[in-house]
């Protein structure tokens, strides 16, 4: 605790220092003057710049370089033109190239980055925290970003309706754009100032030049743009958008001889919609009925021995889109090792596979859903002209029914409940954009929970407050948050929240804890507070506390994966401003964590250092070392004591050459090592990606793990001699690959295929018991069981451990081998602008294999030479009328 104290006050007096001297002059903020369109026609778009409505405005250039050399000269400078008229926004954009042969012209499907582009953000808001972004790239391929939180947030899934077309000429390149007004959410003032920036990208230099000049220690993107004037008189648009769909599904798999459910194959039909509603210019209203995922790509298989529960992102378009407004972190920071998933809201819980399953007897089939059907959505969300960020989800899924046959009789029993998700975001700005406070209310209810459902919460409910406050420019801020949850239900379901790992109220020699079989309801609370500097120099740091009360519990609609937790932590960065013979830019950090329980217990101290580069040749290369001299842990026992961990260091370090490349390669590698070596990891992805044709690309990411782990928990047994914590050696090895195909026709039609194949193998042995967890020698933490104690006999070991001839208890062979083949073949042909056309192919393998094959063998075995695989064929379609 001394070191870590001394530590945090040499970093705070060093960041004083600096702060005085550095000093960078308040920039002067661009402007640029639009035109109205009267009396002429509008350009059309085609991509030439030649319409006399175009010389309505002059040019605009003047664009300085941002990367690598700031506020430089870019090598080829780039103009603009803005035009308006009641419906629409007009840009022209003309990029010079005295090479106009080399211009990069890489297809792929839309929001793909690849090759030459152009983008244009507007501040329509006029916010400085949210802008709309709209990319085209030199091969015409489209890309729409939606920037909020002063650009640290970034949502590429926003979809909007646009046009564009682009044209290569002697000169160089065009790119001329028609953005509906609709797609821009701004106020009803006659004359109104908008935030502008038009950032370009030169492929082969890897050149960022922009409009308004863009310092590399900025604070933040959106607040730094220049001004977009001329604006008289714009009527706000109310957006109108219906898109039905339909689909139709084919779904065969391997037949189970006499099970009536596993005929060999399924078919069904569906249709649902989907609609968008301006109820003012600032707010939309998105509905979703009966909504459809099928051609989602499938979660990458993962296995963890922790017991803690797998985050996945979110992927499916109603709630991936304006997901940012939701985003309510419980404790944001740039250190790491703050649980940064940690989220008050967890769209996955929304239509999850149905957490039930049905009481069975001996040669009985079941029908079990594979998720929950959500009946429908609803989703209200914008932000106003005077600074309120709003945003309401409401959601109900279906109650869902496995079927069991027995010999032809059926029954059904509910797996899932009827069950309403509410989630409510509120956020205002003020102080001229610098501050904004917030808060966040989510609600969770379920109707009807039998007797078989009664392990669930009858209601859930959770909320918070948050702030930011910067000053000095933005340079400066101090922000935090504070949450709580409040959990409602028999005393089944309270008692299996107090006992599961994120909360462990059994937890023997815990004395801040209590095991309460009596509750129907648990409370709790949560937050964070932090102080930083994030502009204005090299150097950047951030410094703060976080925590999580042991009652705390989000889970219903959220995501949590630990509670009694407080932590504090440090973190310093150092940049570089300007390039030099070797580097482009250069990053290192330093950080430092320190955690406590709410009994007072110190749990961990760990120390971090890294640094990533920007090589002159494009490259990059990164370094991290960890040093944790303190290390104990709640949950490693499940419920047993508090376990000492030994000390630990651990690296991680990665390459990859020139992305501008046809051919890239990469290389990721991590490692930890116990300092008495009861604990050691490593894995390693290789990465290689080709651009054969600029309409093609292949990847395959191959990655290889190991751990070797001699503290793995097993079991907690009870036996004559009070409670055995079972634990064991665990040797084990993960081998993945992730293949991607992208072939695109055009900029609305391509062909995706992606597919990973993996294995996990667990091999234990050395069982043996915790016998003094807090002992400083691992040695004396354990009791390791005698060839003469432990007998495996038919996949089940025999324990004596008084060798007095009497088996004392028993248990599973932990061994295990996971295989799992996941694929996606995916068409997708935007017909017309918004309308979509979809041909899936999606295939699963999961197989329990031979954990004593190798990891090769056993992938062969069981996918190349297993049984049928399961495969899912979709032919979906959608409309979008635009009213």
């Known amino acids: 605790m001394k070191t870590s104290c001394l530590a945090l006050c040499v970093l705070l007096f060093t960041q004083i220092i600096c702060y005085a001297q550095d000093s960078t002059a308040i920039l002067i903020k661009k402007t640029y003057t639009t035109q109205y369109i009267r009396d002429m026609l509008p350009p059309y778009v085609d991509g030439n710049l030649e319409e006399d409505t175009w010389s309505l405005v002059p040019w605009e250039g003047g664009f300085v370089e941002q990367r690598p050399d700031e506020n430089t000269e870019p090598d080829h400078q780039t103009k603009f033109k803005i035009l308006y008229d009641k419906h629409f926004l007009y840009v022209g954009i003309r990029c010079y190239d005295s090479e106009p042969n080399k211009i990069e012209k890489r297809l792929s499907r839309r929001d793909g980055f690849e090759g030459d582009w152009i983008a244009i953000f507007i501040d329509s808001y006029f916010d400085k925290r949210t802008a709309f972004g709209f990319l085209v790239t030199a091969a015409g391929v489209k890309a729409d970003i939606l920037e909020s939180n002063n650009g640290e947030n970034e949502d590429e899934s926003w979809n909007p309706i646009w046009y564009t077309k682009t044209k290569i000429d002697l000169e160089g390149w065009t790119a001329e754009m028609k953005i509906p007004l609709s797609q821009l959410k701004f106020g009803a003032t006659k004359e109104q100032t908008w935030g502008l920036q038009l950032m370009r990208r030169l492929f082969r230099e890897e050149e960022r030049s922009v409009w308004q000049r863009l310092p590399q220690d900025t604070p933040g993107f959106v607040s730094e743009f220049g001004m977009l004037q001329g604006l008289i008189d714009l009527e706000p648009q109310k957006q109108l958008e219906i898109q039905p769909y339909a689909i139709s599904k084919l779904e065969t798999y391997e037949e189970e001889q006499n099970n009536p459910f596993l005929t060999g194959q399924d078919g069904k039909f569906t249709a649902g919609l989907d609609a968008k509603i301006g109820i003012t210019n600032d707010l939309t209203l998105d509905l979703t009925i009966n909504p459809d995922f099928g051609q989602v790509e499938a979660d990458p298989s993962a296995i963890a021995l922790d017991g803690f529960q797998i985050f996945f992102e979110e992927k499916r378009p109603f709630f991936v889109e304006n997901k940012n407004i939701f985003d309510y972190r419980v404790s944001p920071s740039q250190a790491g090792n703050t649980f940064g998933f940690d989220n008050v809201f967890y769209s996955r819980r929304i239509g999850r596979s149905p957490q039930g399953f049905p009481q069975t007897e001996a040669g009985e089939f079941v029908d079990q859903p594979d998720n929950t059907a959500i009946l429908g959505a609803a989703k209200f969300s914008g932000k106003t002209k005077d600074g309120w960020s ?250 047993g004591p508090r376990l000492r961990l030994s000390p630990e260091i651990s690296f991680s370090n990665g390459m990859e050459t020139d992305s501008r490349k046809k051919l890239q390669l990469s290389i990721f590698q991590n490692g930890s090592k116990a300092m008495d070596n009861s604990n050691k990891s490593y894995s390693i992805e290789l990465g290689i990606s080709y651009q054969p044709l600029n309409a093609l690309r292949i990847s395959a990411f191959p990655e290889y793990g190991t751990v070797n782990n001699n503290l793995q928990y097993i079991n907690n047994i009870t036996t004559h001699n009070g409670i055995t914590y079972l634990n064991g050696t665990v040797e084990q090895k993960t081998l993945s690959m992730s293949v991607r195909l992208n072939y695109t026709i055009n900029p609305n039609l391509s062909i995706q295929y992606w597919g990973q ?127």
């Open 390 to 639: 709003i945003g309401i989800l409401e959601s109900t899924t279906a109650r869902k029914y496995a079927t069991i046959d027995n010999n032809g009789q059926r029954r059904r029993e509910v797996v899932e409940p009827l069950t309403n998700y509410f989630v409510g975001r509120l956020q205002k700005d003020f102080n001229n954009r610098n501050s904004y406070i917030g808060g966040i209310f989510t609600t969770t209810n379920r109707e009807n929970l039998n007797e078989d459902l009664s392990f669930l919460h009858k209601s859930a409910y959770s909320g918070g407050f948050d702030f930011k406050h910067q000053w000095n420019e933005r340079n400066w801020y101090i922000a935090g948050n504070i949450l709580w949850s409040h959990v409602q239900g028999d005393t089944t379901a309270i008692i299996q929240t107090q006992k599961s790992i994120t909360h462990l109220f059994q937890r023997v020699g815990a004395k801040h804890l209590s095991l309460d079989p009596n509750r129907t309801s648990m409370s709790g609370t949560g937050g964070n507070i932090q102080v930083g500097k994030v502009g204005n120099g090299h150097w950047k740091f951030e410094t703060g506390f976080t925590w999580r009360s042991p009652e705390l519990e989000l889970n219903n609609v959220g995501f949590q994966r630990q509670a009694d937790d407080l932590r504090h932590y440090n973190w310093i960065g150092y940049q570089t401003l300007k390039p030099d013979n070797n580097f482009r830019k250069v990053g290192i950090n330093y950080n430092h964590w320190s955690v406590w329980d709410f009994g007072g217990n110190h749990n961990l101290l760990q120390f971090n250092t890294s640094s990533w580069q920007n090589w002159k040749n494009n490259w990059f290369t990164n370094v991290g070392f960890n040093y944790s001299p303190i290390q104990y842990s709640n949950y490693a026992l499940r419920g």
């Open 757 to 883: 194949p993996f294995i996990s193998n667990g091999r234990y042995f050395n069982f043996k018991e915790i016998k003094d967890p807090l002992a400083t020698s691992f040695e004396n933490r354990i009791i390791s069981y005698q060839k003469n104690q432990i007998t495996l006999n038919e996949n089940i070991y025999s324990v004596d451990s008084n060798i007095d001839g009497t088996v004392d208890f028993t248990f599973d062979n932990p061994n295990f081998s996971v295989i799992q083949f996941r694929s996606n073949l995916v068409l997708r042909w935007e017909y017309i602008p918004g309308s979509e056309l979809f041909l899936v192919w999606s295939q699963d393998v999961s197989r329990s294999g031979d954990p004593q094959l190798t990891l090769f063998n056993g992938l062969k075995d069981n996918i190349f030479n297993g049984e049928k695989p399961k495969n899912i064929f979709l032919l979906k379609a959608t409309y979008r009328f635009v009213l």
